[in-house]
């Protein structure tokens, strides 16, 4: 009785197993699936769209080696960054500034850069990570990641999943405080926020207390880059992964719901990349995003400003981000894609006064 029980057992193990098995979709999250032990299967022309991690397992040799080079490829900022950085210009001697979710700080892809992190509440322990923080960083000051791998930066940890701009404002204010103990040649210049705090279409409780510490931001000639309907200027782009240096081929919108989200903004590679993650001390490994949102676009374009400063560090908080929208690459006529070549020139121009 109890070998046909255990027959039975191996039966319907095997079926529940089989009818796992199927093709993986494109744009699906397979981060730490084993598609090997689910019998999933992947056509490697879909691999790009995933969103992937260093802890997939892949059903063959074939997807394995397909999805190491896409994530590898997925590592290079584009638009002639690479190129940029040869020359010296990389943010170096530039002080910039994020606030978004915990992080540790031993990841190799900026592992020193953090001139000081501090935690506003989100209550985790010390040597616990989290999706988000450490991408956005890496996509900044990252050494292989990052539009400005040179700049060295402030971090304020904020428990976004509560939703409440308070600590937002908080982090904000902190900054402020940091920055004016700060000799004039190392001011903070720019705060990346991939987060919407405030606006009409916000969900976010508590929304004046960063609108008002924004302003003080402003006011100390500090650029704030976030994702508020009212103030945010990115739009998301996606390049092509095998010629990425390459604008004519740049796209605007996201690979899955392409084109224009506007016309006032300027669009930033935000899809098709690669990010630093680390959820436990210690455990540093990366991700890719086939599908990325628009937080990736913000940490790319603080990076490429960064760049602009070290070229030319007298410029205002306006005035570089006239000098980024008047170098842009235009598509269809109208829409503006970051042109980081371009804009270092135009960066480097005397400034009129």
Known sequence: MQVRIFLLCLVLLATSARSEARAVKPYEDVRWKDMKKLGWTVDTSIIKTLW????TVWPDTTTTAAARNVLNKGKNPGLKL??????GITGAGITVAIIDQNMCLDHPEFTGKIIKYKDFDCKLPFDEGSMHGPA???LLVGKQIGAAPGARMYFAAVPAWLADARYYGDAMNWIVAENAKLPAGSKIRVVSISAAPSGATSFYKNKQAYVNARAKAEKAGILVIDCTDERGITGPAYYDLNAPDDLSKCRLGFPKTPGPTGTEGI?????????AEEYNKGDCSYQYTGSGGLSWTVPYLAGVLALGWQVNPSLSKTEI??????SAYIKDGLYKIINPEAFITAAALPVSR
């Open 321 to 326: 981000l006239s000098r980024a929208y008047s």
């Open 82 to 87: 690479r190129r940029i950085h040869s020359r």
């Open 136 to 138: 956005v960083t890496s």
């Open 267 to 275: 669009y930033i590679p935000s899809t098709r990349r690669t990010q």
């Open 52 to 55: 992937v991690n260093e802890k």
